[in-house]
């Protein structure tokens, strides 16, 4: 997963291209005319602006830790993917299982294995976020 983020990103007429965080198509980040970054993606059509500066510094940081091929920034996308996977199929699960009329005690081993997956990523996160501090 993290080779696919690093043969993605590349620095085409002087806009920084990046993966996108939902389908991973490679995005240019643009800056509109009051000097804010957004960008546009199109293999998804996600629209991402971000406004205030702290966001504009992590974006920064996090365009600038994946051109130096760095671990913090790919493995937090990597994560955060993962993380969405999870959550999407936790979601699923929850519709399926309400549909049934009697209680299954191996469901309910699933449900407890999703969300302690679901935990363990959160914490990889923090660890990443702590580690950048």
């Known amino acids: 997963m993290i080779e696919e983020f690093t043969l993605n990103v590349t620095q085409e007429h002087g806009t ?9 198509h ?26 205030r500066k702290v966001g504009k510094e992590l974006l920064h940081d996090l365009v600038g830790k994946i051109h ?16 969405m996977e999870l959550k999407a199929k936790k979601e699923q699960f929850e519709r399926s299982v309400s549909e049934l009329f009697t209680p299954d005690p191996e469901l ?5 294995a999703i969300h302690a997956e679901i935990e363990k990523i959160k914490v990889q996160i923090q660890v990443i976020n702590q580690r950048q501090k």
């Open 16 to 24: 920084e291209v990046i993966p996108c965080f939902l389908c991973h």
């Open 26 to 51: 490679p995005v240019d980040v643009r800056t509109d005319k009051r000097q804010k970054p957004y960008f546009i993606c199109e293999g998804c059509g996600v629209q991402c602006f971000v406004r």
């Open 68 to 83: 130096a091929g760095t671990s913090e920034g790919l493995e937090t996308i990597a994560l955060l993917d993962q993380l």
């Open 108 to 112: 309910e081993t699933v449900r407890t």
